[in-house]
């Protein structure tokens, strides 16, 4: 088992809808959740950070951290179609360097 | 702007051919990492460096090697790239105060 699933997608939305992308994890010994956003043949980029359950909102971005399930939720509202990317999520602890990804949901939003 | 730098950003090199990469940051990062994507796979870590300290990933083959010369430049050397090789690498660098890995555009390798 992985220690951070993700549904690979593609997943394809209308301009202007509610994404939600999600990810379970495995390792309870994770502290800290990101996700990030990557274009085609471009690096990762960081888009939230959470320290503890509960959410966190910036702009259109809202990420969305349940420990007691393992599970981890990224929404994006109003998406655009700049929005249209792979999306990573990734967990740690404090103490090790290691951030463990997930695999990544390919989005794909219509105009 | 401060920020992570990747040089060169394609890099095609020969079946058995030493080859470096490089990354430097401009954000005064005590941490450094080199990752290595495949397609449609995660990121995987293969080493990082804490200021001087290097730690290597107990599954990184011997055939990938780094040097940090100084905070701000950190080099990863293929000593005999395989077509397995053939990959996106990624620099990520951290400061202390935070978790927070932020990452440059990547390499793209290709074995010939």
């Known amino acids: 088992q992985k220690e951070v699933e993700q549904d690979p997608g593609p997943l394809s939305v209308p301009e202007g809808a509610i994404v939600s992308l999600n990810c379970t994890y495995s390792?309870?010994?994770?502290?800290?959740f990101m996700w990030y956003r990557q274009y085609s043949r471009k690096g990762p980029e960081l888009l939230m950070y959470?320290?503890?359950?509960g959410n966190k909102e910036d702009g259109r971005f809202t990420a969305q951290v349940d420990k007691s399930s393992k599970y981890i939720s990224l929404f994006i509202r109003d998406s655009q179609p700049s929005d249209s990317a792979t999306y990573l999520c990734?967990?740690?602890?404090?103490?090790?360097?290691?951030?463990?990804f997930g695999t990544g949901t390919r989005l794909t939003i219509i105009p | 702007d401060a920020m992570v730098i990747q040089n060169p950003r394609y890099q095609v090199t020969q079946f058995g051919k030493p080859v470096t990469l490089s990354c430097s940051q401009t954000?005064?990062?005590?941490?450094m990492y080199w990752y290595q994507q495949k397609s449609s796979q995660a990121p995987k870590l293969l080493f990082h460096?804490?200021?001087?300290?290097?730690?290597n990933e107990a599954d990184t083959p011997d055939n990938f090697q780094s040097r940090r010369p100084n905070t701000s430049f950190c080099f990863l050397d293929i000593r005999s790239p395989g077509l397995g090789d053939a990959a996106m690498y990624l620099c990520?660098?951290?400061?202390?105060?935070?978790?927070?890995?932020?990452f440059g555009p990547g390499t793209r390798l290709t074995v010939t």
């Open positions: 990520a660098t951290r400061g202390t105060d935070s978790y927070e890995q932020y």
């Open positions: 390792n309870s010994a994770f502290q800290y």
């Open positions: 959470t320290y503890s359950s």
């Open positions: 990734a967990g740690g602890n404090f103490g090790n360097e290691k951030l463990t």
């Open positions: 954000l005064n990062h005590n941490v």
């Open positions: 460096y804490y200021d001087k300290d290097f730690n």
